[in-house]
């Protein structure tokens, strides 16, 4: 039997696969010397998992309970019967006397009565309903009564009641949330920050179902006033101090609290600081100096020059070091941080994202749903897999949906030094898709022979460029010009890439741009290639053309209105270019070195 098979034999089938694929595998990112500890209420089953979790840990597995036999010599059932108070003495001394990093199943009073005991403890509770809790107990006679006055009934079901809340309030890691830490290996905590002016509740339901695990409040963004209460209820909170003082009823509710980094620190509480310009490593390690081993530490710069993008990894390496792989967020803002973060993001402890497109709290965040889809699919073989999209507008870009994970959209402005950033990302990402406004200024930083890049594939010293384009354009043409010509509307990135597709397949090419068109009607086959946001000239007719749109989405929909509204007759081919030439990119990027 496996522990999938004591949790539940009707775990879903993707992660019974990844658990059998990956459990001989060594768990990243649980230190060695942090003890784990399976805690829940009576009969739970945690002495029938710890072997289990143990063999999956490869650590020694120590049954409190057991151990406190053995030590005194005293029977539980009895011992618990005549004096509740010295079993509970006894308990918190036997537990305390053992050696760290073991995984120690405990019993079904600890955690409601030794909470602070795990602090620095990786607690695992493991679940019970009351209807299996009342079942096991009343066919059980080893358990001792803990309310003998009471009825059994009436003692379990105040027992049960009373633990629940003291066990939610110790805020345990949920057994299922254990399992995936296992099977997929350490990674940052999603953190999304609530914008102002936003129903908090409702904001914070959006977030949890869309794959966030903290909920970030900052006391600069919100009035002191404000309740979170309801926002607890859907997500733990990360109360950021940014004023002078916090209310009080945002402590109680946090189950972390970031603290500028003066000041004394607690468990709870994660110290930061925000530098206002780039720092050399040796200058932003001295600044926590003074700060105590093991704490959780966040370190946020500037980016600065990508080419200096190695200092922050020193930097992010050293607090590492001094602090533990569980403790150090070290972040990059600005408008180029974004594939930084990303990387950055690897061994983080906390990666803040970005829930929509609508407000970032930080420039050079990440999409959620990004952070997301790279947890579920992204596959690690000891390479450097990173993929992206370079571009000036990604947000219904596709191609994260359609390659192999992790896929950042990386959204640059029309200015940005695209040599000296590419060159920072080479040891990084093993491919790029490029699109507009970058595929002609790409071509030139390589001093390629193509017109236009849109592929991007790491070498040993550089990249090597593509226009897998060309494939898209091919498949176009073969369903709108099988012979004869083609007439091209716009003259950007696309157009190269249907210029060599027509000259493979001896198609005779007219380029119209905006400047070019005069009032006589395009006929024939026509390829549209105007972005959806491009103004059109009014006097563009059509007559007796099928014109071709390889946009997709709500673009492609208001492009082929417009066509119609000329008079042409719109032929939706987005699609059939994307994926040909995505199949084109997969190919090249699976040659990565």
Not at 424 to 449: D, I
């Amino acid at each position: 039997m496996t522990l999938l098979d004591e949790v539940d034999p009707r775990l879903q089938p993707v992660l019974r696969a990844e658990w059998e694929r990956r459990r001989g595998e060594r768990v990243e990112g649980l230190p060695c010397d942090v003890t784990v500890v399976l805690a829940g209420h009576r009969a739970a089953g945690k002495t029938s998992l710890l072997p289990h979790v143990a063999k999956a840990l490869s650590r020694v597995g120590v049954d409190l309970d057991q151990e406190l036999v053995r030590r005194h010599g005293r029977d539980i059932k009895e011992w618990v019967e005549a004096d509740l108070r010295d079993f509970r003495s006894a308990e918190r001394a036997v537990f305390n006397s053992l050696p760290t990093g073991l995984v120690v199943s405990v019993g079904g009073g600890f955690l409601s009565n030794h909470a602070e005991l795990l602090r620095g403890c990786l607690t695992v509770e493991v679940p019970i309903s009351f209807e299996t809790y009342v079942e096991r107990l009343e066919n059980d006679p080893t358990r001792g009564r803990l309310r003998p006055e009471l009825s059994l009934e009436e003692e379990l079901r105040e027992i049960y009641s009373e633990r629940e809340f003291r066990h939610a309030a110790a805020r345990p890691l949920s057994l299922i949330d254990f399992m995936l830490k296992l099977v997929r290996g350490r990674r940052a905590r999603r953190v999304v920050t609530l914008p102002p002016h936003q129903p908090v509740d409702v904001f914070a339901w959006r977030a949890r179902h869309a794959g966030a695990e903290l909920l970030e409040i900052r006391s600069d963004l919100h009035p002191p006033e404000m309740d979170l209460l309801a926002a607890s209820r859907a997500l733990p909170l990360l109360v950021a101090r940014r004023t002078p003082t916090l209310p009080d009823a945002w402590r109680v509710l946090a189950t972390l609290i970031d603290e500028p980094l003066e000041g004394q620190a607690t468990p709870a509480m994660v110290r930061s600081f925000h530098s206002e310009r780039p720092l050399r490593t040796h200058d932003a390690l001295a600044l926590w100096d003074h700060v105590a081993p093991g704490s959780r530490v966040k370190h946020v710069e500037p980016l600065g020059s990508p080419s200096d993008f190695p200092r922050l990894l020193e930097t992010q390496r050293a607090l590492i070091e001094r602090f533990g792989a569980e403790s150090v967020t070290v972040l990059a803002t600005g408008p180029l941080a974004l594939p930084f973060r990303a990387v950055l993001a690897q061994r983080n402890a906390l990666d803040y994202l970005a829930l929509d497109r609508a407000w970032v709290a930080a420039p050079g965040q990440r999409l959620l749903a990004d952070a997301v889809r790279e947890a579920r699919f992204a596959q690690v073989d000891g390479r450097t897999r990173r993929l992206g999209i370079l571009g000036g507008s990604l947000g219904h870009s596709r191609s994260p949906r359609l390659h192999q994970q992790p896929f950042d959209r990386i959204e640059l402005p029309v200015d940005a030094p695209l040599g000296e950033l590419l060159a920072a990302l080479l040891p990084h990402y093993r491919g790029f898709a490029v699109t507009n406004p970058f595929k002609k200024p790409v071509a030139q930083w390589l001093s390629s022979e193509l017109a236009a890049v849109n592929t991007l594939t790491r070498g040993q010293q550089t990249w090597s460029a593509d226009n897998s384009d060309v494939a898209g354009a091919e498949a176009v043409l073969e369903v709108l010009a099988p012979n004869g010509a083609v007439t091209v509307l716009g003259d950007g990135g696309v157009t190269e890439a249907v210029r060599l597709a027509a000259s493979k397949r001896h198609l005779q090419l007219t380029v119209l741009t905006r400047a070019t068109l005069t009032p006589e009607p395009v006929r024939g086959p026509v390829v549209w290639t105007w972005p959806p946001e491009v103004e059109v000239p009014e006097a563009l007719r059509f007559e007796g053309a099928r014109v071709a749109v390889v946009s997709y989405g709500a673009g492609a929909r208001r492009i082929a209105r417009e066509i119609e509204r000329r008079g042409g007759e719109a032929v939706r081919l987005g699609p059939r270019w994307f994926i040909a030439q995505a199949r084109r990119q997969r190919v090249l990027w699976e040659s990565a070195s």
